[in-house]
């Protein structure tokens, strides 16, 4: 059986926080015409204090990338937090990260990472989706469940997730809760080498070569 590549690391870049409506806002007394931009100001902050989720969440991120303010895990945590805790889908997505990885001041517990992620994805988070896949991939934070991961990889998949599509053909490759397909391995692992953010690209293109190394057939071969 092959390695699982621990792909979880690479999830914590692959979104921001939603934008909102613009035409009406969850905080009173915010007037429409401040709900943009997202850039790190005192009107985000009011927002925030307010209790905007969105405006939390995206507070969230403004400090956890260093936009506009110092970088600061703890208070990127802070804020994640309070809009993942009125169900912002974004925020329980990096309350996960968090959750996992045992950063920003949060103590590493897998467990609670795949609860966020479970709430997150039953919101339709694609991201949420392929991270709760994967954990149930590796049994970790959750009992294995291959037929699981098989689920959420294709949800995510087809909302645009090119990470939940080289996840799913990992598991087409290998029989993982599939039948094993080679030919179809070798399809979704090419598509998702053609979409997505570059680190996902070049995880499909690993997983690629290193199948097509194994002494490849010429049905394999073809254009997806």
Not at 81 to 108: E, I, L, T, Y
Not at 165 to 177: D, P, T, V
Not at 193 to 201: C, F, T
């Amino acid at each position: 059986m092959k390695l699982i590549i621990p792909l979880l690391i690479f999830g914590i870049v692959l979104a921001g926080c939603s934008r909102p409506n613009t035409s009406t806002s969850q905080s009173e007394g915010i007037p429409k015409k401040n709900l943009e931009p997202w850039d790190y100001s005192p009107d985000l902050i009011r927002r925030a204090d307010a209790g905007d989720p969105v405006a939390q969440c995206w507070l969230g991120d403004r400090y956890n990338d260093g936009k506009g303010v110092e970088k600061n895990d703890e208070l990127a945590t802070k804020w994640w937090k309070k809009s993942a805790d009125q169900g912002n889908h974004d925020a329980q997505f990096h309350m996960g990260w968090r959750c996992w990885d045992g950063r920003g001041g949060v103590p590493r517990d897998r467990v609670e990472a795949a609860r966020y992620w479970k709430l997150s994805a039953d919101q339709k988070n694609i991201w949420s989706m392929a991270a709760l896949g994967n954990a149930y991939l590796v049994g970790d934070g959750v009992s294995q469940d291959y037929k699981e991961a098989v689920k959420y990889f294709r949800v995510a998949k087809d909302g645009g997730s090119s990470w939940a599509q080289a996840l799913l053909g990992r598991c087409y490759e290998n029989g993982w809760g599939v039948p094993k397909d080679r030919q179809e391995a070798i399809r979704l692992y090419r598509r998702a080498a053609a979409m997505g953010p570059l680190h996902e690209r070049e995880i499909a293109k690993a997983f690629l070569q290193e199948i097509e190394a194994e002494t490849p057939r010429q049905s394999d071969l073809k254009n997806p």
